[in-house]
């Protein structure tokens, strides 16, 4: 098989998966601070549109209660962060979290001239950038692009049985996806070398030469799961949840000394058009068990300062409620950042609700302020080829 | 064939010549788009003897197979606990077995395109009855298609029609009804949908049926369009296939499935005017389509990227044999496939975003499983035999790569192959591997 030596070198070694000429590149350029090397940024998507306003509540507002006689949460049940603010009472052990100064909430977050159509909302999320000539491949595809030769090995990793989300397609990178690590080992029999043989066989045609590309690409992850997969195992109970279980994915694989940068994941459902009350509660419960177990895995570790999970949805939802006992399409709403590297407490300030932007809360803080921080703040890249214009960063990594 | 531009002569007959013939390999380009490849040898030859005329009224044509009545009676005997895992596998077990697959392969467009997933309808009744309006009504009109879908029971589960009523309108269905299913973004206005919810109120479901329920209805007044009436579902679904933009929609996305991934707009516009031509049958549409010079110019042969059911479906029927339906669901949504469950109201993005390192290593895992026996897919299948039975050509890996893949492959790619076959004991079963996991093979 056509494996690139250095990549074994470097497997288990803890230094950065990504090829030598991508290090010369400037993606590595500076050493990451804590622990070396080993900086990693999660990104969670919340599908369908997480109502903000019922997950960080602004309590004080009568404006919300007024507008939500059937889905508010009253300020006695939420959980208090602040003078202004309270987290659903399904979260509390993201609350102890916050507390602990290892939870951050970002607010009113979005783009210019919100999109309520779920597709073109989430592809601008994906994208990094609100112009439609650039929806071809998404921020992380193009983080990879710019440092990458191109299709060998990833620096991020989709866990997830969904298709690979547009944010980690690239025009050349390939960023490869699984749910679970014995699903990804090849299993060829006598075959295994003929078919590796076969795809790195140079080809005209643009479609089989894309198609081979990503089947060496394939043939070389599951080589390199198969060292993961032997080692790594935990002792913190995990929920049984799917996101739960993808959470745990990442944990053994990062017990295992893979080295992905980015791990990308989902949970989906919090399109609440209708009977919000009840779903977002069990979507925040699992999430809030979840990640909570995540992070309780990942402090015993010992790895929590070079662990950071990004949370956002591809919009809020209207502040006032449906005839559903849901909420509709809405625009800004908080992303979530958890972490023991980052300024954890309230960045911005509480949704304004008395100036809405078409019913909806109104965006503060562009999202691609956050892509830079993150990019520039944590993993230490230039953020300039990924997003059309200058973002400066938010003060959230310390 | 470079093929002109001109839309109009894209949408022309094609006419064979001695430079581009209607030979085995148009004839499998033709098998594989409008149905699931050549199923046996003798089948590709009759295609390609029949001229592309001929060719495409046979495979549209098709009437309806009746011998899969028996596996819909069985299904009807198990599925008292109405079982998603059962559904799936009976369709599966339908293209497979079918002898109309046109059929199976234009409901599972209009799988994609009026997607619903049973994660939140909870009945696979009631997605088997869409299966069905899909399979049964898929080649007739796409007016009456689209009034059908705004009050099948699936459906207003899924964008929460049935929970939509006067004087609480919900807008997720006539939302996704014009963004998605008719006239895509930019082609309506925010006033359009509102008004469009008002009239596709008055519909209740009740487990796997709808009925309606006159007193939920909003009969008043609405204007859709720029027009004013009491308009209800019936009306809507009429008035968005009315508006201009909806041919060109559905044309471009029909293209996108049957043809190539990016049909350029002098294809999508003549296709359009077949379409609507054509009254929206899409049958007949489909037919014309399927003998068009734009249907086998070089651009559009080889280009798109098979779907993990194309691809299963497709590889189990050049094989034979028998396969427990149960599992293959579970390899199809493993490659990134669940059936009744596309990840979202848009369906599956399909193309490239169906390939990452992931679902190709679960396609050549599923493969060698197909290619032995027993196993979880529970498969009868003897490699060495399948490979002895045609001994007309001397070497079994040259006609296994005529069979699979009816054209040459660069001797590069040959010559592995080849050797694979020479190693002895299991030697057929990994040279059909090493083919059908050739990118070349997962491509329509």
Redesign the interface.
């Known amino acids: 098989m056509n494996f690139d030596r250095r990549d074994f070198v470097k497997f288990g070694l803890g230094l950065p998966f990504a090829s030598a000429s991508a290090r010369a590149n400037g993606f590595f350029a500076r050493p990451p601070r804590e622990p070396a090397g080993e900086r990693v940024l999660i990104i969670l998507q919340m599908?369908g549109g997480n109502d903000g306003l019922n997950t960080c509540i602004p309590i004080e507002d009568d404006l919300y209660h007024r507008a939500r006689p059937r889905l508010r949460i009253p300020k006695e049940s939420a959980i208090r962060l602040d003078e202004h603010a309270g987290l659903h009472p399904a979260m509390h052990r993201l609350a102890e979290i916050y507390k602990n100064g290892e939870f951050a909430i970002i607010q009113n977050v979005g783009y210019p001239q919100p999109d309520r159509?779920?597709?073109?909302s989430m592809e601008i999320w994906h994208c990094g950038s609100t112009d439609p000539a650039r929806a071809d491949s998404g921020w992380i595809g193009k983080l990879n692009d710019s440092v990458d030769g191109g299709g060998r090995g990833a620096a991020a990793l989709?866990v997830g049985?969904?298709?690979?989300p547009l944010s980690l397609?690239g025009g050349r990178s390939?960023?490869?996806?699984?749910?679970k690590l014995d699903?990804?080992?090849?299993?060829?029999?006598?075959?295994g070398?003929?078919?590796a043989?076969?795809?790195s066989?140079?080809?005209e045609?643009k479609?089989?030469a894309?198609?081979?590309r990503?089947?060496s690409?394939?043939y070389e992850?599951?080589a390199k799961l198969k060292s993961a997969a032997a080692a790594g195992r935990t002792n913190v109970n995990y929920p049984n949840s799917p996101l739960a279980k993808k959470l745990y994915t990442i944990s053994q694989l990062m017990n295992a000394g893979f080295d992905a940068r980015i791990y990308y994941l989902e949970i989906d459902g919090f399109d609440t058009?209708?009977g919000e009350a009840q779903l977002h509660t069990l979507l925040l419960r699992e999430l809030d068990e979840s990640v909570a177990a995540f992070w309780k895995d990942i402090r015993s570790m010992h790895r929590e300062r070079g662990v950071a999970m990004l949370m956002f949805s591809e919009f809020g939802r209207r502040l006032r409620e449906?005839?559903?006992g849901?909420t509709?399409h809405g625009a800004a709403a908080p992303v979530f950042l958890l972490g023991g590297g980052i300024r954890a407490g309230m960045h911005g300030d509480p949704p304004d609700l008395a100036h809405l932007d078409d019913g909806d809360v109104t965006m503060k803080i562009d999202f691609r302020r956050v892509y830079a921080s993150a990019m520039r703040d944590w993993l230490d890249v230039d953020p300039s080829p990924v997003l059309d214009g200058a973002f400066p960063s938010l003060p959230l990594f310390s | 064939m470079t093929g002109p531009r001109d839309g109009g002569v894209l949408m022309e007959p094609f006419v064979p010549s001695d430079a581009n013939p209607f030979d085995a390999a148009a004839a499998a380009h033709l098998l594989r788009r409008a149905a699931f490849g050549p199923a046996a040898p003798d089948e590709l030859q009759r295609i390609a003897e029949s001229g592309p005329a001929e060719a495409a009224k046979s495979i549209v044509r098709a009437p309806a197979d009746r011998a899969l009545e028996e596996l819909d009676a069985m299904f009807d005997a198990i599925a008292s606990a109405d079982s998603i895992e059962s559904l799936r596998s009976w369709w599966l077990l339908r293209m497979l077995r079918t002898k109309a697959p046109f059929r199976e392969k234009l409901a599972l467009f209009f799988h994609g395109h009026f997607a619903t997933a049973h994660r939140k309808v909870q009945s696979a009744r009631a997605m088997r009855a869409q299966a069905e309006l899909f399979i049964e009504h898929g080649g007739g009109g796409f007016v009456l298609l689209t009034k059908q879908i705004v009050r099948d029971a699936a459906m207003l589960v899924f964008l929460?029609g049935a929970?939509?009523?006067k004087?609480?309108?919900?807008?997720?269905l006539a939302?996704e009804l014009m963004?998605?299913f008719t006239l895509g973004?930019g082609n309506y206005h925010e006033a359009d949908i509102r008004e469009a919810a008002r009239a596709l109120t008055g519909w209740r479901v009740d487990g796997p049926s709808a009925h309606f329920h006159a007193p939920s209805f909003d009969a008043g007044e609405k204007q859709i369009f720029g027009r004013r009436g009491n308009f209800n579902d019936n009306d809507v679904a009429e008035l968005c296939v009315a508006q201009p933009a909806c041919a060109k929609f559905v044309a471009r996305k029909l293209l996108v499935f049957y043809v190539m991934p990016e049909p350029q707009a002098p294809f999508v516009d003549a296709f359009a005017k077949t379409l609507a031509d054509e009254g929206f049958v899409l049958s007949r549409a489909l037919e014309l389509l399927f003998q068009s010079n734009g249907f086998y110019a070089a651009e559009a042969r080889?280009?798109n990227?098979k779907s993990p059911v194309e691809f299963a479906v497709g590889l189990l029927r050049s094989l034979g044999g028998r396969v427990s339906g149960a599992a293959l669901a579970r390899a199809v949504?493993?490659m990134?496939q669940?059936l009744f469950d596309p990840?979202?109201?848009?369906g599956?993005?399909g193309g490239?975003?169906?390939?990452?390192?992931?679902?190709?290593?679960?396609r050549?895992?599923f493969a060698?499983?197909a290619l032995g026996r027993g196993g979880p897919l529970e498969r009868e299948f003897d490699a060495e035999e399948f490979v002895a039975s045609d001994r007309r050509n001397a070497n079994s890996a040259d006609r296994a790569l005529e069979l699979l893949l009816q054209n040459g492959v660069?001797p590069?790619?040959r010559e592995?192959?080849r050797?694979?076959e020479a190693?002895g004991l299991?030697?057929a079963?990994?040279?059909l591997?090493?083919v059908v996991?050739?990118?070349?093979y997962?491509?329509n």
């Open positions: 599908t159509s779920h597709f073109r989709h049985s969904t298709e690979l397609v390939v960023t490869p996806s699984l749910t699903r990804a080992l090849l299993a060829a029999g006598a075959a070398a003929a078919l043989q076969t795809a066989v140079h080809r045609s479609q089989s894309w198609l081979a990503q089947a690409a394939a992850f599951s058009h209708a449906n005839a559903s849901g509709d | 929460d929970k939509s009523a004087g609480r309108p919900n807008e997720n939302r963004e998605l973004r080889k280009c990227i949504a493993e990134g669940n990840p979202s109201v848009k599956w993005d490239r975003a169906w390939i990452h390192p992931a679902t190709w290593l679960a050549t895992n060698f499983e660069a590069d790619v592995p192959i050797r694979l190693a299991g030697g079963r990994a040279m591997h090493a996991c050739l990118p070349e997962h491509l």
